[in-house]
T-cell receptor, first 113, second 114 residues
Framework: ETGVTQSPTHLIKTRGQQVTLRCSSQ?????VSWYQQALGQGPQFIFQ???????GRGNFPPRFSGLQFPNYSSELNVNALELDDSALYLC????????????FGNGTRLTVT | AQSVTQLGSHVSVSEGALVLLRCNYS??????LFWYVQYPNQGLQLLLK??????LVKGINGFEAEFKKSETSFHLTKPSAHMSDAAEYFC????????????FGKGTRLSVIA
């Protein structure tokens, strides 16, 4: 069983740039969620994708956007990066309406300078 | 709205001592509660979850948690701490046991002293 994989593991960007983070779901999972974990904080829900559509969004501005592909992999895009976007971005996969909990990847550490 | 409060951002125990990490929740609907552990430079790993089947929940690595509705608490315990338990622990609440968004607490860092 293949777990959730994220790429890249680390990334450094400059304020104002755009970034794309990638996630491959665990085998058999059809739902992807993204979380932002700032330093010293718990993860915060960004959004969730099911059937290639956004299905639920947390308190994040529109410059945070995502995609889900037919193979259930996903991308998180952030435009116009701000210093406060520096964080660990976690992807989690699950089965839609299933009873199994989320399975998390190891995250992408984004640093904005 | 749902929320989680973890009391104590840092807990330090001696190896072999009892581990107690505190979590209180707020939820307008019957909650589903989770404890996750995060080791350095890694993602989150599920320790255990409460889904209303039993109030005492046993998880991996010898951890367990008790759901107390009257106290709105879901504290995590382990009878005897091991050095490998040193990590960050997060309590989370959700409206169901599956894939609705988790609301996390700020985390408690557990240190284990030899």
């Amino acid at each position: 069983e293949t777990g959730v994989t994220q790429s890249p593991t680390h990334l450094i960007k400059t304020r104002g740039q755009q970034v794309t983070l990638r996630c491959s779901s665990q085998s058999g999972h059809n739902t992807v969620s993204w979380y932002q974990q700032a330093l010293g904080q718990g993860p915060q829900f960004i959004f969730q994708y099911y059937r290639e559509e956004e299905n639920g969004r947390g308190n994040f501005p529109p410059r945070f956007s995502g995609l889900q592909f037919p193979n259930y992999s996903s991308e998180l895009n952030v435009n116009a990066l701000e210093l406060d976007d520096s964080a660990l971005y976690l992807c989690a996969s699950s089965v839609w309406q299933g009873v199994s909990p989320l399975h998390f990847g190891n995250g992408t550490r984004l640093t904005v300078t | 709205a749902q929320s989680v409060t973890q009391l104590g951002s840092h807990v330090s125990v001696s190896e072999g001592a009892l581990v107690l990490l505190r979590c209180n929740y707020s939820s307008s609907v019957p909650p589903y509660l989770f404890w996750y552990v995060q080791y350095p430079n890694q993602g989150l790993q599920l320790l255990l979850k409460y889904t209303s089947a039993a109030t005492l929940v046993k998880g991996i690595n010898g951890f367990e948690a008790e759901f107390k509705k009257s106290e709105t608490s879901f504290h995590l315990t382990k009878p005897s701490a091991h050095m490998s338990d040193a990590a960050e622990y997060f309590c989370a609440v959700s409206r169901n046991s599956g894939n609705t968004p988790l609301v996390f607490g700020k985390g408690t860092r557990l240190s284990v002293i030899a």
